[in-house]
């Protein structure tokens, strides 16, 4: 088998190995392809891993030999899977894998928007706290999470653990989910409606895949049933947020804050009207980055391929 990665960099920059995957086969690993280059280096390919190089129609007719996909992350959107259905080509990915490292980011930025830790660091070190004539002063909202509600969107591995972690700081959490109530654990309630998580909540988290039907699905007239004092934070997909939607609600005080490790554009256009705001808080997509998320990517990656080779594949998205 001919194996070929387009763009290893991300998932694996020089501290986890490929030496498992070279096991199974003829292995090249590119740590990232110009658009340009990928049809020349997929050309040979029986297998083709990527992370965020599209496979659409055009390229998948490119590639003659081309028998299997391994996208490097769980969302496979970048995958045309009914051009990989004519072809026959089997397209894999990696569910679940991030769970924990994810969910511990859609936390921080809530203890972020809701403690202000990096704001009092940067104004200790520019001597705020040295001209103090107390011993401690408030220049940010410091906002107490017990009895707050938490409305999770979306109740798979990721949202699930976030509603944990909101019920460990005394939170009530209120989610939309296909879900009935009694699968859900104790300290969750079924909303009755997407519009009841977002009106009722004081902190919305995204966890939902982006679909025909989730994109776009926060806009203005969804971020206008906001309390003001609200916050959001996406660690899903960008587009699932009308960002200049966002911005507006931002600049006008429709909510309080908002925080991503997701945007529509990655990296970011330097004219994003997101960026010049003061209550928006950014972590670079690092959610599936943890070393240990990483090794567990890698480890799926490469059984997903094992199992393709040996005649019974795992966790194929198309069939």
Same mark, same amino acid.
């Given at each position: 088998m001919k194996i070929v990665v387009l763009d290893g960099y991300v998932g694996n920059p020089g501290d986890l190995s490929w030496e498992p995957l070279e096991r199974l086969g003829d292995v090249t690993v590119y740590p990232r392809s110009k658009p340009e280059e990928i049809v020349e280096r997929a050309m040979p390919a029986d297998v083709a891993l990527t992370n965020k190089v599209v496979f659409d129609r055009k390229l998948i007719e490119a590639l003659p030999n081309l028998k299997y996909i391994g996208v490097i992350a769980t969302g496979y959107n970048i995958v045309d899977l009914e051009a990989a259905n004519e072809r026959g080509i089997l397209v894999a990915n990696v569910p679940a894998y991030s769970t924990a490292s994810v969910a511990q980011v859609a936390f921080a930025h809530?203890?972020? !928007?809701?403690?202000?830790?990096?704001?009092?660091?940067?104004?200790?070190?520019?001597?705020?706290?040295?001209?103090?004539?107390?011993?401690?002063?408030?220049?940010?909202?410091?906002?107490?999470?017990?009895?707050? =509600?938490?409305?999770?969107?979306?109740?798979?591995?990721?949202?699930?653990?976030?509603?944990?972690?909101?019920?460990?700081?005394? !939170?009530?959490?209120?989610?939309?989910?296909?879900?009935?109530?009694?699968?859900?654990?104790?300290?969750?309630?079924?909303?009755?409606?997407?519009?009841?998580?977002?009106?009722?909540?004081?902190?919305?988290?995204?966890?939902?895949?982006?679909?025909?039907?989730?994109?776009?699905?926060?806009?203005?007239?969804?971020?206008?049933? !906001?309390?003001? =004092?609200?916050?959001?934070?996406?660690?899903?997909?960008?587009?699932?947020?009308?960002?200049?939607?966002?911005?507006?609600?931002?600049?006008?005080?429709?909510?309080?804050?908002?925080?991503?490790?997701?945007?529509?554009?990655?990296?970011?256009?330097?004219?994003n009207p997101l960026l010049a705001l003061d209550n928006c808080y950014f972590t670079p997509h690092i959610g599936w980055t943890s070393p240990e998320a990483r090794q567990r990517l890698m480890d799926v990656v490469v059984n997903n391929v094992k199992t393709f080779i040996e005649g019974n594949p795992t966790n194929i998205v198309n069939r």
């Open positions: 809530l203890l972020n !928007m809701t403690t202000h830790v990096e704001h009092y660091t940067r104004e200790a070190r520019e001597g705020v706290w040295s001209r103090s004539k107390d011993y401690t002063y408030c220049s940010a909202p410091f906002i107490e999470l017990e009895g707050k =509600t938490m409305g999770v969107v979306a109740m798979g591995n990721i949202g699930s653990a976030v509603a944990r972690m909101a019920a460990g700081f005394g !939170m009530k959490v209120l989610a939309f989910t296909s879900k009935p109530q009694e699968q859900l654990p104790p300290y969750v309630t079924k909303a009755t409606s997407l519009d009841q998580v977002f009106s009722e909540s004081d902190a919305v988290s995204l966890h939902c895949p982006l679909t025909a039907e989730t994109r776009g699905m926060v806009d203005a007239r969804r971020l206008a049933l !906001m309390k003001p =004092t609200a916050m959001l934070i996406n660690t899903s997909r960008g587009p699932l947020i009308v960002e200049e939607d966002l911005a507006t609600a931002l600049k006008n005080g429709v909510i309080a804050s908002a925080a991503v490790d997701v945007l529509c554009q990655e990296p970011p256009a330097a004219d």
